[in-house]
Nanobody
Framework: QVQLVESGGGLVQAGGSLRLSCAASGLTYSTYNMGWFRQAPGTEREFVAAISWGGGSTVYADSVKGRFTISRDNAKNTVFLQMNMLKHEDTAVYYC????????????WGKGTLVTVSS
């Protein structure tokens, strides 16, 4: 049974930082590309950042470039999202996603962690 469990969300003031974690189990983690998405109230889920299975390639949404950093530890089956210079508009539920690098139809989602940035 595949599980992705996010943690690290919370309430932070604008300009502050948070570090999200997503721990994966039940899959061959090192063969999955990992990503972070977010969904604010009343909006659709949007892409935030992604990292390749080996960690050598990353991509970011324009809205978070220069402020957020995605990384992974394949020994611990965990992906991280370091969020700095947080803005009120970063408030959302943040979701972790695992995409198989060998089968584009295979993907898993976590249940999310809430990030609230007070202005």
């Amino acid at each position: 049974q595949v599980q992705l469990v996010e943690s690290g969300g919370g309430l932070v003031q604008a300009g502050g930082s948070l570090r999200l974690s997503c721990a994966a189990s039940g899959l061959t983690y090192s063969t999955y590309n990992m990503g972070w998405f977010r969904q604010a109230p009343g909006t659709e889920r949007e892409f935030v950042a992604a990292i390749s299975w080996g960690g050598g390639s990353t991509v970011y949404a324009d809205s978070v470039k220069g402020r957020f950093t995605i990384s992974r530890d394949n020994a611990k089956n965990t992906v991280f999202l370091q969020m700095n210079m947080l803005k009120h508009e970063d408030t959302a539920v943040y979701y972790c996603k695992a995409d198989s690098s060998s089968d584009y139809l295979t993907a898993y989602w976590g249940k999310g962690t809430l990030v609230t940035v007070s202005s």
